[in-house]
């Protein structure tokens, strides 16, 4: 008797689901039927905010419906991360954020969210980063830079926006692959960083917001972060022409969302996005950033994002970084 109690009880859910299941997927394809929003854990104004709002005005051409785009700032980009992690998972929240808050934020502090917590819909861009020195610095390149670093140990320092930030660990892991000691100098904003640059009172910054002053020829470039050369620096050799390379894919711009988030919504995202980098002007409008599309379906951003995280968590937690 208690066998067949169970049994109806599993029929019933079984038959449950079944007529669930296809009600969820009806409207998981009918999607979007109302507005969506795009969440950026920066302020307004910002490159971030500025590039959320340029692709979601593409891709709500591509939906058909508008693309509200929300600034939630605050605890290093972390609030608006987490807002973003704890939205109903129904296709009508999504985080626009660089990789930082997602691979970086969860292992430098107590948070609420992981990596875990978000499906990574779609890439939207990579940096090209970029490597400066002062003009009257000895070097014209990043090899020279090691050859003399390692020459004169502890000579040289480079300046960063803070402890944990991409540039820093870029420049951790940089330095440690080439076995040079530099001093690392954080500051509180680029505008003093950038002064102190062009003074020499720092060595290095390993940060595309230079890019600029040595389009002007403020600043000389070494190297490019990125496995290709900035067109709009193009005589500057990437890292790996100089026999160096990142143990991880470089910095990005990517769409998430709350984890549970139906896969035909994703995918449907995820070929809006593709659609909305391939319009006119797109290019041009990242290039402003030093950054330039680069799409990856959900799958193959997927296994990029776990990568760079524990690359990420690795150097953290090997190096010993921890915020003040």
Not at 220 to 231: E, Q, S, V, Y
């Amino acid at each position: 008797m208690e066998f067949t109690r169970r049994f109806v009880a599993l029929a019933a859910a079984s038959a449950l689901c079944a007529v669930i299941s296809p009600a969820t997927a009806q409207t998981a394809k009918a999607w979007p039927e109302k507005p969506v929003t795009f969440v950026t854990p920066y302020p307004p104004g910002g490159s971030a905010d500025i590039i959320t709002r340029f692709i979601a005005d593409r891709v709500s051409k591509q939906v058909g419906k508008p693309i509200i785009v929300e600034n939630r700032a605050g605890a290093a980009a972390t609030l608006g991360t987490d807002y973003a992690a704890r939205a109903a998972p129904d296709g009508y929240t999504f985080l626009v954020t660089p990789m930082a808050t997602v691979t970086i934020a969860p292992w430098l502090r107590k948070l609420n969210y992981s990596v875990d917590s978000f499906i990574p819909v779609a890439k939207l861009a990579s940096s090209y980063g970029l490597i400066t020195t002062s003009k009257e610095a000895p070097f014209s390149n990043y090899k020279e830079f090691v050859a003399s670093a390692k020459a004169n140990p502890g000579k040289y320092s480079f300046a960063t926006n803070g402890v944990g930030s991409i540039v820093h660990l870029t420049a951790v892991l940089l330095h440690k692959q080439s076995g040079i000691d530099v001093l690392h100098v954080p500051y509180k904003g680029a505008a003093e960083s950038m002064t102190d640059l062009i003074g020499g009172r720092v060595t290095l910054m390993y940060d595309p917001a230079t890019a600029p002053r040595v389009k002007d020829s403020t600043l000389k470039g070494l190297a490019t972060t990125a496995n290709i050369r900035n067109p709009e620096l193009p005589n500057i050799p990437t890292l790996e022409e100089q026999g160096f390379k990142l143990p991880f894919s470089g910095s990005w711009f990517g769409i998430f969302a709350p984890k549970g988030t139906s896969d035909v919504i994703v995918s449907k995202m995820a070929g809006y996005v593709k659609q909305a980098l391939e319009m006119p002007g797109v290019r041009e409008q990242l290039q402003l950033s030093a950054l330039y599309p680069d799409f990856q379906d959900s799958a193959t951003f997927a296994k990029q994002v776990k990568a760079d995280s524990d690359t990420m968590r690795e150097v953290i937690q090997k190096e010993n970084i921890k915020l003040d």
